[in-house]
């Protein structure tokens, strides 16, 4: 991450349908002043007719005259090894935004490890995301750069809250479950389609990925305090007093890859953790698969794309039950006697927070450089932004933690 580089971040894929709303997350941060320093940022794609494009609908959309003087436009193809190691040596920090990454997201890794650029990516796909570690963790380090993957809304809401619900608690937090609710307007509960297209693979990988960590050798991580009970694949929450269904994202992966470097690295007790998703009433259960196949079709065309964003009135709550031993107690001994309940809420989940976690992840990761682990190499959220001011600002973008009721014993 040398500082003679000419630009400190670059999108990558920035015309595409998640790049461009980065895009304009990036441009609103470059023009907010809140920066230390100013932000020298470039889009990177095949077009460079899209590029401007995107530049200049973001511009309109920011109410500027023009941003494509002071943003840096470069060419490059996730299929041309050479255009993207260019675009690496002149960053110090890549924004991939080309998907699915198990198919497109491995050259850019390696571009940027190869080249000392870091790499942030909003993938929601374990499978790629351990495969990465595996496979660059080593190299990563030695070139001190950092490959943080699920940057998005798989799974940093879910990542960083077990790490607020952790702080909040006074004493030793042993287990959380999170339950997220997505509202759609007066429609009720949806998913956005990252979600499910990241279940899908992810079901479809089950196998490969017991292998990939086989490989990988994971320490197991030690269970402290009462063990977390798994749920069924359906029951009746009486917190929300709705049905709830297991959450079929990366986010489980995630936290359990974080705790495991909290735990190994940091000597941090582990959190136990499950994930869950409301989704209403039975009627509702039914509904659900059948818009679960619909999102997986309306993806793959543009008008079905444009159906999916417009929902303007979405929003999504993730709420977290935590429990655990109070101070002086020992969590190896006898019933948790601890409990709190904390929230992350925010704005659309797929093409609103998501830019927003990325793109504040990013500038934790240019800005927080003292508080990111000492070495670098591939790391869950969690694990690379523990200590850094990530969780402040995205509470000022609007993806916002609290406390909804404090510890009682």
């Not at 470039?42 to 460079?48: F, L, P, Y």
């Not at 899209?50 to 200049?56: F, I, P, R, T």
């Not at 595996?134 to 943080?148: D, P, R, W």
């Not at 693979?201 to 990988?216: E, M, N």
Request: hydrophobic share 40%; charged share 20%; proline share 5%.
């Amino acid at each position: 991450m040398a500082p003679e580089r000419p630009y400190d971040l670059v999108v990558f894929g920035a015309s595409g349908f998640t790049g461009q709303f980065v895009v304009e997350e990036v441009a609103r941060a470059a023009a907010s002043g809140e920066l230390r320093s100013a932000l020298r940022w470039a889009v990177a794609g095949r077009s460079r007719e899209k590029l401007q494009a995107v530049l200049e609908r973001t511009a309109e959309r920011l109410g500027q005259a023009a941003l494509g003087a002071e943003v840096g436009v470069l060419l490059c193809d996730v299929g041309d090894a050479a255009s993207l190691a260019a675009v690496a040596r002149e960053t110090r920090l890549v924004l991939n935004c080309v998907g699915p990454y198990r198919f497109f997201g491995e050259p850019v890794v390696e571009a940027c490890v190869e080249n000392g650029a870091s790499c942030i990516d909003i993938s929601g796909e374990p499978q790629f995301l351990e495969g990465m570690y595996l496979k660059y963790n080593e190299k990563a380090a030695e070139k001190g750069v950092y490959v943080i993957g699920s940057c998005g809304f798989d799974s940093i809401p879910a990542d960083m809250g077990v790490l607020y619900t952790r702080d909040k608690l006074k004493g030793t937090l042993t287990a959380v479950e999170s339950f997220l609710t997505v509202k759609s307007g007066p429609e009720g509960s949806c998913i956005h389609d990252g979600t499910w297209k990241s279940a899908v693979y992810g079901l479809a990988d089950q196998d490969r990925l017991r292998k990939l960590r086989k490989k990988i050798g994971y320490a197991p991580v030690p269970v402290v305090g009462a063990k977390l009970k798994r749920r069924g694949l359906v029951f009746y929450n009486q917190e929300f007093k709705e049905y709830s269904i297991p959450f079929m994202g990366s986010d489980v992966s995630v936290v359990k890859r974080s705790q495991r470097y909290l735990h190994t690295v940091l000597h941090e007790t582990p959190v136990q953790y499950g994930a869950y998703v409301n989704v209403g009433g039975l009627g509702s259960v039914i509904k659900l698969m059948f818009a679960g196949i619909l999102f997986l079709l309306l993806v793959k065309f543009s008008f079905g794309r444009k159906l999916l964003t417009k929902m303007d009135g979405t929003s999504f709550t993730m709420t977290f039950f935590g429990e655990g031993y109070s101070e002086g107690q020992d969590p190896q001994n006898g019933k948790p006697n601890v409990k709190i309940c904390t929230e992350v809420k925010g704005p659309e989940p797929g093409y609103v927070a998501t830019p927003i976690a990325m793109v504040q992840a990013a500038l934790s990761l240019l800005e927080d450089a003292a508080c990111l682990p000492k070495q670098g190499g591939v790391y869950s959220p969690g694990a690379a932004f523990s200590k850094t001011k990530l969780i402040d600002r995205l509470n000022q973008r609007g993806v916002e933690f609290s406390v909804i009721s404090k510890p009682e014993v």
